[in-house]
């Protein structure tokens, strides 16, 4: 009979959500030794989530419409969810003091409403003497006979097990690739993007509520997406942009091959405009239009298209009428680059195909273990990356507990 291996000596490499969250589980078997590397505190990468609120996950029970989320990764975190979902991890964070809440668009939150209270309740639970964090940056990983060897950037340590949790923005690519996994390109996702109508940067704060957007490059299409648009300064913005940009991740869309985007601002039918226009007939056009969208949006559509704003609205010619009931339900923008550095999470990362979703070890290396962002899963803003993290972490160490 095989004797079963006894882990004793744990590498966690990253603190950031999942590396923290598997750290702190682990950490409460007493009889294993968890030694995490970073060259930032313990769960700082929380800090910003959530507008500095920490929007720990979604509210949402079907699992198959919770990993529609999820652009990349969704079949692999099937089995994951499954597992351990939103409801498990909600219950988990209320174990280890963090109590949520529920807002009326799904997003789940400490109760504190702050990321820095949450940090410090889960930091205080790594007040343990089996663990050790060391602030140092890991430059290599070594596969040995009996474990593995892992280098920093000031000494060498020898363990059991390494767990690799050094999210999207890591070294945590190269330190896989060089055991032997595949990595897949990284690419930029959830940005901000550079539109061809730049004369609409100018009504940089302007925001549009539940948008719904249809996009289209060359002759593919992409699934419909929802959420606010928001203009800025040099870019449009926004949950529902991050969506696109998420899900044209991998499209190389340019000035001369744009990225051509359909929106339907408003959820108003072409019946209730036209009705709208008929009985206000003798009001100007600017006043019947701005019922349907804020006065600075019409005043620009209106100059661009040489419409005189102050002509009554029975003065329409059926080519303006048109024109401007599409600018609310049909509007057109063509992105033509993403905006540098803008990302929150980037696509790409360890292939999953190498990965047992069960268990989260590596097919190629026994004792290799990934959870969070350094896999290839990435997702839209609303808590779905953060599950993720969560869910990965729990698994991990369900090998260990």
Known sequence: MEQ?????????????????????????????????????EPFSSLLPTGGGRCN???????VREFVKNYPRGDKFLLSVFSKFGQKQTRKLFSDLGVKTYVQPDKRVFPVSDSSKKTIEILNKHLETSNFNFKKEKVIEIKKESNGFIVITDKSKYEFDVVILTTGGRGNGFKLAENLGHKIIEQKPSLTALDIKEKNFYKLSGLSFKNVEAQIKFGKKKFQKCYGDLLFTHKSISGPCVFKISALTAYE?????????????????SIEEIEKEIKNKSKKTVKNVFA??????F?????TLNKIDADKQAAQLKKTEKELLINSLIAFKLHAEKRIKDSEIVTAGGVDLNEVNSKTMESKIVKGLFFAGEVLNIDAFTGGFNLQNAWSGAYIVSCNFN
Do not use: H, R, W
Not at 8 to 34: Q, W
Not at 298 to 302: A, F, M, P, Q
């Open 4 to 40: 079963e291996l006894i882990y004793k000596n744990i590498a966690v490499i990253g603190t950031g959500a999942a590396g923290g969250l598997a750290s702190v589980l682990l950490s409460k078997n007493t009889e294993i030794n968890v030694t995490a590397f970073d060259v930032k």
């Open 56 to 62: 720990l996950t979604y509210d949402e029970n079907d």
């Open 252 to 268: 190389e869309f340019s000035s001369q091959s744009p990225l051509e985007i359909t929106m339907k601002l408003i959820d108003v």
């Open 291 to 296: 019922k349907f969208a804020p006065e600075s």
């Open 298 to 302: 019409i005043s620009e559509i209106l």
